[in-house]
C-alpha cells in the first residue's frame, strides 16, 4: 500500500468524522500545450457545424508517452506534411459549410451579393464558429483579419463564398483551434513565488476536455467570460453540471480509449487461416463492448471500479457471442448478457479486446497480456525485449515437445537475461492463455491441457477468474488509475510537489467506494488542476504562450496582472 | 443460347434476418448451456445421398428432358425464344415453348420415366423395419438397398427416382452443388437440431431431439465455413418447429426419431420447404462437438414433385429450366412418383403417399433461441 500512514490515519479520521478529508494546498506542475486528438478534433467540428459535416482525412499519429497519448500530446508539433493535412481536411469542412446544401441550414446571414465581398456577413459567420473553435471569445483583431482575408479572397475570386471559406480555413489551421494551450497569471502565494492560476478560458478548455473529451460549452463558456469559473464554489458546480451531462460518457469512453492503447484497434489484423472467424466487425465489436461494459459500470451504474475485474455482466453482440460461447438474441445490436458461472470468464481482463489485442496475428502471447497488465493497470515498467533474442525456441512448433505456451516460455526464460522481465510477465499473461488469440475459450493447447495457475506478486491464482479478483483486491491497481487519471488531466506527469495530492487522491477514491465521477470529481476541483508553476527558466515577465493575454470579461486582448501571461510549452 | 442455363447462374438472395427484439436468454438458460444439457446444432452440410462408391447402372440409360422430347418445337422456336428472353421478356419467351408440364402436370401424358433398379451402395436407414422386395405385398412393395456398411433393407426410393437421371449421378449437378455447401452457404435459412439430455450423461444417455428451421441464414468465416457457437434464432413460423422425439447418444452415435417434420430453404431459385415423415436421424458425434450423419424419412411425395418443380426467379417460373439441367421431364417424375412411393399409405385408396428420402448432413455447435422474447433458448 503506498498511502503514507498519516494520510491513511487522517483519512481515517476523516471518516470516522463523516467529513471529507482537506485537498492537500499542492500546486500543479508547469503548464501543458497539447495537440488536439483526432477524436477531439471531430468533437470540435460537430461542435461547431453539426454531424452533418464530415471529417475526412488522416491525421498525424499519436504520441504515447508513459502509457498515455495524452501525455504524448503535449510532446508534439506539426510537421509541414501534417500541416498540410489538417489544411486539407479544414478546406474539406469549409467546402462542405458553405456548400449550396448547407449554406442555409449552416451560416446565419446571406450575403448581399454573392458575389461580391460581405464584410457583415462575415462578421456574423467568424464570430458564430469562431467562439466554438478558438474556444474564446474572439477579439476585435481575430475578427477584422478575417474580415480582411475574406474580403480580399471574394473580390479577387468574385464569390462571396470563396472569401468565406479562407476565413473558415484560417480558423481551422489556426494553432489556438489545434493546440489546447494552457494560459495563466502570476499568482504568488507565501513560499510558492512561482505558482500561476489558469485563466478562466484556460480552465474551461483544461476541464472540458477532461470531462467531455471536447471544448466548453456556451455555459461553461460564459462562467468563464464572466471571470467565475476561478472561484472554487463556481468551479465545483460546473463540474458537477459537467458530471451529470450526456458528454461524460464521451470523457470517460476517451480516457480508457487512451490508457487500454485501444488505438492498436486501428491496426489489428489476425491470420484467418488460424482465426478464420475474425474480421474487422467483430475487432470493433470487441473494442465498444469493452468500452460499453466500462461505461455502463462506472458511469450509468456508478459502480466500484474494482467490479471491473469481477463483474459476469457485459454488452455482447451475436459475433461476438460465438467468440464468448453465449447464445445471443440481438441480430445487429447489443445485449446485456452475464456470463456462466461455470466459465473461467469473469471481468476485464477476460474480454476478447485484450485477448486480440495483445497478442500475436497467429497466436496468444502470455508475455504480451503480462505486459500490458503491469503497464496499463499497475503502473509499473517493463524494459523492451532486448535485440538479439533467440524466439526459435518459442514459436509453436506440434512435432517439438513444448506443446503449451508455458512450456516454450519456461524454455525462454532459462536464459538469464530474459528471465528477469519474464518473471514479471508471464505468471499473469499464462494465467489468462485459457483465452486464444481472439479471446475464444480454450482448455488445451496441441492436445495438452493449459495450466492457468500461477501467483500474482505473492497471490496464488488457479486460473483467471481468481486473478481477476487478486487485480480488483491489489491496492496497486486503484492507485494505478489515480495516477494516470490525474496525468491524463493535466497533460504531464505528476511533479514531485504533486505526489501528495496523488496520495489524497487515493485515500479519497478509496472512502469514495472507488467511485470513478467521484475521483474525476476531486481532481477537476483540486487546487492543483486550476494552478501551475512557472518553469525557473521562463522569467515571469516573458510572455512565452502564444495565446495573448486576455481579459476574462470581455475577451479582449490585455496585459493581466503587472506583467504578463505565460503560457506552458512542452517540447 | 440454352436459355435454361441461366437458371444455375442465378443466385438468390439469402440475406433474411430476423427482426427478433433483443431480448438476452435467460441465466437458466446460459446456464443449461453451459451445463451441456441442452446442445445445439446448425446444420453445415445437407445433400442427398449419391452413392458415390457404387451408384449402380442404368442399363435402359439415361432419362431425357422437355428439351429432347420436343426438340423439333424448341428448334423452330429457339431463336425467337433467345430473343424474348435476353430482352426481358421472360413470360413472353416461356409462351413459346410447348405446354409447361412442370407448372400443371396433367397437361401431357406420362412420357415414362426411367427408374432404377439394379444394386447401389446407398446410405440410409432401415426404415420399415423389414427387408423389403418388390415381389412383397401392396403397392407400397419396393427393393431394399444394402448399405456401404453392409446393412440390410435401406429404404431410400429416392435413388429409384433419380438414379438415373443425369444431374443427380456423382459430379452431376447435384452432387457439384453439394459440394460447395451452396445449400447450407447460399441459403436463407439453415437446420437446427437441439438435443436435450433427459437421462445419462452427454456421452451416454437418453436424450429429446427437436428440430427447427432458423430466421435467418447462417455466418460464414473468412474459409466459407459455419462459424461455431453463433447464436440462431428459430423460425417464427412454428410450421417450421418440430415436436419433441425421442433418441439417444451410445458408444458415440446419435440416434433419434420418427418425427415429423417441415423444413425451410431458400437456395437459388427454389424457395420451399421439405416435409418429411417419420424422419429418423443417425449421427457420429465428432471430437470437435459437431456431428455426422444421415437424415432418413419418408418424403411426402406432393411436396416433393413441387420442391422439385416450384422454381421462380421473381414472377416467372422455372421448373422445366432446371429439370432441363439436371436431366428429367415433370411429367415423368410426376407419374413416378406414386411408383416409388413406400410409405404412409392413403387409408382410403391404399396408395403410398410419400417415398423414404436419405440426406447427408454435418452439424456443428450453435446456439439456438427460440422467437419470442424471453422464451425458452436451446443451447450448444
Redesign the interface.
Known amino acids: 500500500m503506498r498511502i503514507p500512514s498519516t494520510l491513511a490515519v487522517a483519512a481515517l479520521i476523516a471518516v470516522l468524522l463523516g467529513c471529507e478529508a482537506a485537498d492537500p494546498t499542492v500546486t500543479g506542475g508547469p503548464l501543458a500545450m497539447r495537440r488536439l486528438t483526432a477524436e477531439q478534433y471531430r468533437n470540435a467540428i460537430e461542435d461547431a457545424f453539426g454531424s452533418q459535416v464530415e471529417v475526412a482525412g488522416r491525421f498525424e499519429p499519436d504520441n504515447r508517452r508513459e502509457g498515455l497519448n495524452a501525455l504524448g500530446a503535449a510532446m508534439v508539433a506539426v510537421t509541414p506534411s501534417g500541416f498540410e493535412q489538417y489544411e486539407a481536411i479544414g478546406r474539406s469542412i469549409a467546402d462542405q459549410v458553405t456548400s449550396p446544401e448547407l449554406r442555409e441550414q449552416l451560416l446565419p446571414c446571406q450575403p448581399d451579393t454573392p458575389s461580391a465581398a460581405d464584410a457583415a456577413c462575415t462578421e456574423q459567420v467568424v464570430r458564430k464558429f469562431g467562439r466554438s473553435l478558438l474556444r474564446r471569445p474572439l477579439t476585435e483583431e481575430d475578427v477584422q483579419a478575417r474580415i480582411e482575408a475574406a474580403s480580399l479572397a471574394a473580390e479577387t475570386q468574385q464569390d462571396f463564398y470563396a472569401g468565406l471559406r479562407v476565413a473558415l480555413v484560417s480558423m481551422l489551421v489556426a494553432p489556438e483551434f489545434l493546440f489546447r494551450v494552457e494560459a495563466a497569471q502570476p499568482a504568488p502565494s507565501p513560499g510558492q513565488e512561482n505558482r500561476l492560476e489558469l485563466t478562466n478560458l484556460s480552465l474551461a478548455s483544461k476541464l472540458s476536455y477532461f470531462l467531455w473529451n471536447r471544448g466548453p460549452d456556451d455555459a461553461l463558456l460564459a462562467v468563464a467570460q464572466r471571470g467565475e469559473l476561478t472561484q472554487p464554489a463556481v468551479l465545483a458546480r460546473e463540474v458537477d453540471r459537467m458530471l451529470a451531462s450526456e458528454y461524460l460518457v464521451d470523457g470517460v469512453r476517451a480516457y480508457f480509449e487512451d490508457v487500454l492503447l485501444f488505438d492498436k484497434f486501428d491496426n489489428l489484423s489476425k491470420d484467418v487461416g488460424q482465426y478464420p472467424i475474425f474480421n474487422n466487425r467483430m475487432a470493433a465489436d470487441a473494442r465498444e463492448q469493452t468500452l460499453r461494459f466500462i461505461v455502463d459500470h462506472l458511469v450509468a451504474q456508478q459502480a466500484d471500479y474494482r467490479t471491473l475485474f469481477t463483474s459476469r455482466t457485459l454488452p455482447m453482440t451475436r459475433s461476438l457471442g460465438a467468440v464468448y460461447g453465449i447464445p445471443v438474441r440481438a441480430v445487429d445490436g447489443w445485449e446485456t448478457a452475464v456470463l456462466p458461472q461455470n466459465q473461467p470468464r469473469v471481468g476485464l481482463l477476460s474480454h476478447a479486446s485484450f485477448a486480440m489485442l495483445f497478442a500475436h496475428p497467429g497466436r496468444s502471447s502470455p508475455t504480451l497480456r503480462g505486459v500490458f497488465l503491469r503497464e496499463a493497470l499497475l503502473c509499473q515498467s517493463i524494459p523492451e525485449a532486448p535485440a538479439d533474442i533467440d524466439f526459435t525456441q518459442f514459436v509453436a512448433d506440434v512435432n517439438a515437445v513444448h506443446n503449451t505456451a508455458r512450456d516454450r516460455l519456461d524454455v525462454h526464460s532459462t536464459q538469464a537475461s530474459c528471465r528477469k522481465c519474464h518473471v514479471l510477465t508471464d505468471p499473469i499473461g499464462l494465467g489468462l492463455e485459457n483465452f486464444d488469440g481472439i479471446g475464444k475459450l480454450r482448455t488445451t493447447e496441441n492436445g495438452v491441457p493449459i495450466d492457468t495457475s500461477g501467483d500474482f506478486d505473492g497471490r496464488d491464482f488457479s486460473g483467471p477468474a481468481e486473478l481477476g479478483q487478486a487485480f480488483a483486491d491489489n491496492p496497486l491497481v486503484s492507485a494505478c488509475l489515480v495516477q494516470n487519471l490525474y496525468r491524463y488531466a493535466v497533460g504531464r506527469e505528476e511533479t514531485r510537489g504533486e505526489r501528495p495530492l496523488l496520495r489524497y487522491l487515493e485515500a479519497s477514491f478509496e472512502q469514495n467506494s472507488y467511485k470513478l465521477t467521484a475521483l474525476m470529481r476531486d481532481i477537476a476541483v483540486s487546487e492543483a488542476f486550476r494552478t501551475a508553476t512557472a518553469e525557473p527558466q521562463s522569467p515571469p515577465e516573458q510572455v512565452v504562450s502564444s495565446e495573448p493575454a486576455r481579459d476574462a470579461e470581455t475577451g479582449s486582448s490585455a496585459a493581466v496582472g503587472d506583467a504578463a501571461t505565460i503560457g506552458g510549452k512542452s517540447t | 443460347m440454352k436459355y435454361a442455363t441461366l437458371f444455375v447462374l442465378l443466385l438468390c438472395v439469402t440475406g433474411c434476418?430476423?427482426?427478433?427484439?433483443?431480448?438476452?436468454?435467460t441465466?437458466e438458460?446460459?446456464?443449461a448451456?453451459?451445463?451441456d444439457k441442452v446442445r445445439g446444432f446448425v446444420f453445415t452440410q445437407w445433400a442427398y445421398d449419391i452413392p458415390r462408391e457404387d451408384p449402380g447402372e442404368c442399363p435402359e440409360g439415361f432419362n431425357i428432358t422437355d428439351e429432347d422430347f420436343f426438340s423439333e418445337e424448341y428448334a423452330s422456336v429457339r431463336e425467337e425464344v433467345s430473343r424474348r428472353y435476353n430482352a426481358g421478356d421472360r413470360e413472353g419467351a416461356l409462351e413459346l415453348l410447348p405446354e409447361d408440364a412442370c407448372r400443371d402436370p396433367g397437361v401431357m401424358p406420362d412420357p415414362g420415366h426411367i427408374l432404377f433398379e439394379g444394386s447401389a451402395s446407398v446410405d440410409g436407414i432401415n426404415l420399415d423395419g423389414i427387408d423389403s422386395t418388390l415381389a412383397g405385398a401392396g403397392q407400397c412393395a419396393h427393393e431394399d438397398f444394402v448399405s456401404v456398411n453392409g446393412e440390410a433393407g435401406v429404404d431410400n426410393q429416392y435413388w429409384r427416382l433419380m438414379g438415373c437421371v443425369k444431374g443427380m449421378r456423382p459430379d452431376g449437378l447435384f452432387d457439384r452443388l453439394f459440394d460447395t455447401k451452396s445449400t447450407i452457404l447460399e441459403n436463407g435459412y439453415s437446420t437446427l437440431l437441439e438435443i436435450k439430455l433427459v437421462s445419462g450423461t452427454k456421452t451416454n444417455g437418453k436424450v429429446e431431439a427437436r428440430l427447427f428451421t432458423s430466421a435467418?441464414p447462417v455466418?460464414k468465416?473468412?474459409?466459407d465455413?459455419v462459424?461455431?457457437?453463433?447464436?440462431q434464432?428459430v423460425h417464427e413460423d412454428r410450421m417450421f418447429h418440430s415436436a419433441a422425439f425421442p433418441g439417444q447418444i451410445k458408444d458415440g452415435v446419435f440416434t433419434a426419431g420418427p418425427v415429423d417434420a417441415k423444413l425451410k430453404f431458400k437456395v437459388q431459385a427454389i424457395d420451399n420447404y421439405y416435409y418429411f415423415r417419420d424422419l429418423r436421424i443417425r449421427a457420429e458425434m465428432l471430437p470437435d462437438g459437431g456431428m455426422k450423419g444421415v437424415l432418413a424419412g419418408y418424403w411426402d411425395i406432393e411436396n416433393a414433385f413441387d420442391f422439385l418443380t416450384e422454381v421462380y426467379i421473381g414472377p416467372v417460373h422455372l421448373g422445366r429450366a432446371a429439370a432441363n439441367n439436371i436431366g428429367y421431364q415433370c411429367a415423368g417424375v410426376y407419374h413416378a412418383l406414386p411408383r416409388v412411393a413406400d410409405g404412409h399409405p392413403d387409408p382410403q385408396t391404399g396408395a403410398c403417399t410419400s417415398m423414404s428420402t436419405v440426406i447427408q448432413f454435418a452439424a456443428i455447435p450453435a446456439?439456438?433461441?427460440m422467437p419470442e422474447?424471453g422464451s425458452e433458448?436451446a443451447?450448444?
Do not use: H
Open positions: 434476418g430476423d427482426k427478433s427484439a433483443s431480448v438476452a436468454p441465466d438458460v446460459v446456464a448451456a453451459a451445463e435467418g455466418t468465416d473468412a474459409n465455413n462459424v461455431p457457437d453463433m447464436s434464432i446456439f439456438i433461441i422474447a433458448v443451447a450448444r
